[in-house]
C-alpha cells in the first residue's frame, strides 16, 4: 500500500526524506502546495500531487518560488494549512516576500520547506538557508534523519498555527534523497473551509486585512513571537542528547551531520568520551537547554554543513553565560577542524574528532592501499559528465557553437541553469561563457548588448530552458527589448523541466495534478514584447545554424530562436527511437577520414563509440536512442539512419 | 526457507554504475526488498546533475539496530555491485577493503573522454585482475548482454538483483522482490522481470569458490 494512502499508525516505510516531508505535510492535514522545481526539493511536491485528488488537496508548480510563496500564504490567509517547498537558491528569489510575510504573520499553519545542498552537488552553489530564519525572526526546523523529517514537517504546522507565523524546515539533499524507515501516523481528517477575514482593525492579525504595516507595531508582535517560540523549544523532543553525564567532549550538530557524527563516534568506539546534542530546533537557539549542556564539559565542538550558523549563535550564548558557565574552547569551522568548503560525511567528522581525543584511525590498512600501486592495476578513466544520448541540446550547442566559429567575431553565449548549463563543457562544445542564477544569463546579455558604445563588436547571445523563461528570463527579456539592446536569445525549448524529472511548467498543457491547463506560449509572448522570432527543430543542424548566423548579423534588437524539441528522456521518447542507425564500414575512413573524427572526437555523443581495432565508429545499442542527428554530422555520410517501421 | 542473518551490522552496500543505468531504481528495488524482512535501511543516492552520464552510486546500510549515515565511511563496504566494469574499481578505490566482496556486470560504457580518444578504457582482462586483486570474492556476469537476450537492456539491473539474491549474502528473497515489483511497476511487466530476476540468481548459484566469472 503506498505510504500516502496508508492510515495504519506504526506502520513503517521506507521513505525518501523528501517523501517523509510529505507524509508529514499529510498528516498534519495540509490543504494547498506549492513549490518550484529544484534538486534536491521536487520530490516533496511531487509526491502531494499524486494524492491531490484524493486527499482534496490544491497542488502547483508555480513559476517561481516568490509566486509559490505568495500562493501559499493566500491558502494561509484564507485559515487553510499550506506548504511551500524549494531548494536554497528559491529561498533568494522568494525571500523578498518572505521578510514582508513575516512581519505580516500567518493564519492557518504555513510552512516553508528549503532544501540546501551542501558541496552543490547538483547546484551552481551552495547556498545557506538557515540565515533567512535569523535574518526574519522566524522560526527554524531541522531533521537529524527520516522520522524525524515526517515528525517535524507534521510539527511545523502546528507551531505555525500556535505562534501564527510561517515556519521554515531546513533539508539537505543527503536528508532530501536518502531514505530510511519511517513509522507512519495518522493522516489528517480535518476538513478545513476557506475565507479570508480582513474586516477587522488593521493592527489585529488574525481577522483584519493581511499587511506587514504598520511596521513597528507588526515588528514587535513579531518579536514577542520569536521569544515565545525559544521558551517552546526549550521543551522540544527534537533536541536530543546521548552520552556521559560529563563528556570530555561535547558535539553539538544538527541535520544530516547528526548522522555522521553518530557514526565517527562509533567508529572511533568513543561513546564514553563523547556526548552528542543533536538540535532539530536551530533558531531561535533555546538558551536553557544550550547552558545546561555547555555546562558539562569545557571542550565544545560544532558539526554543521555550509555555513558556521550554530558555531556563532551559540559562542553569542556561550558569551552571554560565561560567568556562570565558564570559558570554554570551540573547535569547529572557525579554527579549521571542520571544513569550510563542501559536504561532510563520517571520514570528515572522524578525522576532527581523532584530532581532538588523540585517538588514531584508519580508513584502509596501508596494506590494501599498496595494492593501487601495483603496476598491473588499471587506471580508471574519468568519467565527464554529457547530456544525455539524443538530447536535443548536444545538437543546439553544436549549431549554436558552429555559428559563432562562422560568424568569427568573436561572440559568446551568456548560460543559464537546467541541463543546459552543461553547454560550458566539452559536451555542450564549451559554448557557453558565464553562468550564475536563473535568468541570469539574458539579464547578463542585456547589459553586454549594451557596451557597443565601448567598442564592444562581439556578437551576444544567451540561452534559456522553457521553465527557466518563465521563471526569471521574462523580465531580462523585457529590459532588453525596452533598451534595445541587440542580442539573441536561443529558447532551448524542450517541453519539460527535464533536469528535475520533468515537472509542468506554463508552456505546457498540464499542470501539476495532471489537469488541463492553457499553456502559455513563448513564441507569442515574445512577439508581443517586440522581439524577432525564430522556430526551428535543432535535430535539423544546417537549417539552424543558417538561422541563427541570419540572426546574429542582424545589427539591432532582440532577436529570439526558438529550438523545440523534446528531451530525450521525456515519458513520450523513452523506448521510442525514430531510427535505426548502423554504420557502412565501407563508407567511413576511420582516423584518415580527414574530419578529425568529427563523429567521436568532438561530437561525443555517448551512443556513438569509436572501435579502435576496426578504425572505425560504432553505434551501441544499448546507449543510442536513434535520433538520427550524427548522421547529418558525418561527411563521408558513413552514418546511415533508417526510420524504424 | 531459511532467513538470511546478517553477516556484519551495519551492512554496508554500495550500488554504483553510471547515469542513466537505473542505479536509483535498482537500489530503491532492493532496500524495499530488504525493508520488508523487518530491517533498516538507510540508502543514501546521487540525484540531478551528478546523473547526466557521471558515475553515481548508492550507498545501502542494513541493520537490525537502527538508521545510520547515509554515506558508507571510507573502506567499509561489505559488497560492492557495479552495473559497469570499470566503476566497480572507481568504488574499491574509496570503499574497498581485504574482505569486500563485489559483483560486476561486464558490459562497459564508455566516457565522453574515451569516445574523444583522450583518455584510455583498460581491457575487461585487465579490469577482471584488477577487482579480482581487490576483493577476494568477485562476480563477473554479463548482466546487459543476456538482459538484450530478453528483449531489453534495462534488466540487467533486474538480473543483477537476482544475481544478488543467488549470492545469499543477504535476505533477499524472491517472494519479496515479486511483491516490490507489484508494488512500483504495472502488472504487465512482472512475468519479464521474475525471467530476468531468476537468470541472475542461477547464474551465481552455478559457482561456487573464491572467484567467480560467468559472463
Ligand atoms: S535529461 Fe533531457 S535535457 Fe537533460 S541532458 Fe538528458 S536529454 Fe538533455
Ligand atoms: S542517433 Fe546518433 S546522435 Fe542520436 S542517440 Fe544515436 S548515436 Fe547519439
Same mark, same amino acid.
Given at each position: 500500500m503506498s505510504f500516502l494512502t496508508d492510515n495504519r499508525e506504526g506502520i513503517q516505510h521506507l521513505l525518501m526524506g523528501n517523501e517523509a516531508i510529505a507524509r508529514g505535510a499529510l498528516e498534519a492535514g495540509v490543504n494547498v502546495a506549492s513549490g518550484y522545481p529544484g534538486t534536491p526539493s521536487s520530490e516533496i511536491i511531487e509526491t502531494l500531487a499524486r494524492v491531490s485528488g484524493e486527499r482534496n488537496l490544491y497542488v502547483e508548480w508555480s513559476t517561481n518560488e516568490k509566486v509559490a510563496l505568495e500562493v501559499a500564504a493566500a491558502a494561509s490567509f484564507a485559515k487553510l494549512r499550506s506548504l511551500c517547498a524549494m531548494k536554497q537558491v528559491g529561498m533568494n528569489v522568494a525571500s523578498d516576500f518572505l521578510l514582508h510575510l513575516a512581519l505580516c504573520g500567518t493564519r492557518g499553519g504555513m510552512v516553508v520547506v528549503t532544501c540546501d545542498d551542501p558541496g552543490a552537488l547538483s547546484s551552481s552553489n551552495e547556498g545557506e538557508s538557515r540565515h533567512f530564519a535569523r535574518m526574519f525572526e522566524i522560526p527554524l526546523l531541522e531533521p537529524g534523519d527520516f522520522q524525524e523529517a515526517k515528525n517535524m514537517a507534521k510539527w511545523a504546522f502546528e507551531l505555525s498555527e500556535e505562534i501564527r507565523n510561517v515556519v521554515i524546515v531546513r533539508s539537505v539533499t543527503r536528508v532530501s534523497h536518502a531514505s530510511g524507515n519511517v513509522k507512519l501516523g495518522r493522516l489528517s481528517q480535518t476538513q478545513r473551509h476557506a475565507e479570508f477575514k480582513y474586516d477587522d482593525d488593521a493592527l489585529e492579525t488574525y481577522e483584519g486585512p493581511a499587511e506587514s504595516t504598520p511596521v513597528g507595531h507588526k515588528h514587535t508582535l513579531q518579536q514577542e513571537k520569536i521569544k515565545k517560540v525559544a521558551e517552546i523549544f526549550e &521543551?522540544? !523532543?527534537?533536541n536530543t542528547y546521548h552520552g !556521559? &553525564?560529563? !563528556?570530555e567532549l561535547l558535539i553539538i550538530t544538527s541535520s544530516v551531520c547528526n548522522l555522521y557524527t553518530k557514526e565517527a563516534i562509533n567508529l572511533l568506539g568513543v561513546e564514553e568520551r563523547v556526548g552528542l546534542l543533536k538540535l532539530g530546533t536551530t533558531w531561535p537557539l533555546p538558551p536553557k537547554l544550550l547552558k545546561r549542556y555547555l555546562s558539562t564539559t569545557d571542550k565544545i565542538m560544532i558539526v554543521e554543513e555550509v555555513l558556521p550558523f550554530l558555531e556563532e549563535n551559540i559562542k553569542i550564548l556561550a558569551a552571554e553565560q560565561a560567568k556562570e558557565i565558564g570559558a570554554k574552547t570551540f573547535y569547529g569551522k572557525n579554527d579549521g577542524s571542520i571544513p569550510s568548503v563542501g559536504e561532510l560525511n563520517p571520514d570528515l567528522v572522524v578525522l576532527a574528532l581523532s584530532k581532538i581525543l588523540s585517538t588514531g584511525y584508519m580508513a584502509m590498512p596501508s596494506e590494501y592501499k599498496k595494492r593501487f600501486q601495483d603496476s598491473s592495476f588499471v587506471v580508471v578513466p574519468d568519467r565527464g559528465r554529457t547530456f544525455c544520448p539524443g538530447c536535443p541540446h548536444r545538437a543546439s550547442f553544436w549549431s549554436i557553437h558552429n555559428a559563432l566559429q562562422m560568424d568569427n567575431r568573436k561572440g559568446f553565449v551568456c548560460g543559464d541553469i537546467g541541463c543546459y548549463a552543461m553547454g560550458r563543457l566539452s559536451c555542450g562544445f564549451n559554448t557557453t561563457k558565464t553562468l550564475h542564477a536563473m535568468g541570469s544569463g539574458t539579464g547578463l546579455a542585456s547589459g553586454f548588448g549594451k557596451l557597443a558604445k565601448f567598442g564592444m563588436d562581439q556578437p551576444v547571445l544567451a540561452v534559456c530552458g522553457d521553465s527557466t523563461f518563465f521563471h526569471a528570463v521574462m523580465p531580462a527579456l523585457v529590459n532588453a527589448v525596452h533598451h534595445n539592446s541587440n542580442i539573441t536569445l536561443v529558447v532551448l525549448d524542450n517541453s519539460g523541466t527535464a533536469m528535475t524529472g520533468f515537472q509542468p511548467h506554463p508552456?505546457?498543457?498540464?499542470?501539476a495534478m495532471g489537469e488541463e491547463a492553457p499553456a502559455i506560449d513563448i513564441a507569442k509572448v515574445c512577439e508581443a514584447m517586440g522581439a524577432v522570432v525564430e522556430i526551428r527543430d535543432p535535430f535539423d543542424l544546417e537549417g539552424t545554424r543558417n538561422t541563427l548566423n541570419r540572426l546574429i548579423e542582424k545589427e539591432e534588437g532582440v532577436k529570439v530562436f526558438i529550438l523545440r524539441q523534446g528531451c530525450a528522456l521525456s515519458p513520450e521518447k523513452r523506448h521510442a527511437k525514430e531510427y535505426d542507425m548502423r554504420i557502412d564500414e565501407a563508407l567511413c575512413l576511420g582516423e584518415d577520414c580527414g574530419c578529425n573524427r568529427l563523429c567521436t572526437r568532438i561530437f561525443q555523443c555517448p551512443g556513438l563509440i569509436w572501435d579502435r581495432e576496426k578504425n572505425r565508429a560504432m553505434i551501441d545499442e544499448v546507449l543510442c536512442v536513434g535520433c538520427g542527428v550524427c548522421s547529418s554530422i558525418c561527411p563521408a555520410e558513413a552514418i546511415k539512419k533508417e526510420e524504424v517501421a | 526457507m531459511g532467513k538470511t542473518q546478517l553477516s556484519k551490522d551495519p551492512y554496508n552496500m554500495v550500488v554504483t554504475g553510471v547515469g542513466g543505468q537505473g542505479n536509483v531504481m535498482a537500489s530503491r528495488v532492493l532496500s524495499n526488498m530488504l525493508i520488508r524482512n523487518g530491517y533498516y535501511v538507510t540508502v543514501g543516492e546521487t540525484f540531478g546533475?551528478?546523473?547526466?552520464?557521471g558515475s553515481v552510486m548508492s550507498h545501502i546500510r542494513v541493520s537490525a539496530q537502527s538508521v545510520w549515515s547515509p554515506q558508507i565511511p571510507k573502506g567499509r563496504a561489505d559488497l560492492i555491485v557495479s552495473l559497469e566494469p570499470v566503476e566497480a574499481i572507481r568504488v574499491l578505490e574509496i570503499y574497498?577493503?581485504?574482505k569486500v566482496k563485489t559483483l560486476t556486470n561486464t558490459r562497459p560504457i564508455y566516457p565522453v573522454g574515451v569516445i574523444s580518444g583522450e583518455l584510455d578504457y583498460p581491457s575487461i582482462e585487465e579490469i577482471k585482475a584488477s577487482v579480482k586483486n581487490l576483493s577476494p570474492t568477485a562476480w563477473f556476469i554479463d548482466a546487459t548482454d543476456q538482459a538484450i537476450k530478453l528483449?531489453?537492456?534495462?534488466l540487467g539491473n533486474i538480473i543483477m538483483i537476482g544475481a544478488m539474491s543467488g549470492m545469499g549474502e543477504l535476505p533477499l528473497y524472491r517472494e519479496d522482490f515479486k511483491e516490490v515489483i507489484l508494488d512500483s511497476l504495472p502488472e504487465g511487466n512482472l512475468n519479464v522481470n521474475l525471467k530476468a530476476f531468476d537468470i541472475g540468481a542461477s547464474m551465481l548459484r552455478k559457482q561456487d569458490g573464491a572467484v567467480f566469472d560467468v559472463s
Open positions: &521543551e522540544s !523532543p527534537f !556521559p &553525564e560529563k !563528556p508552456g505546457l498543457t498540464v499542470n | 546533475a551528478s546523473q547526466r552520464g574497498g577493503n581485504q528483449g531489453n537492456p534495462v
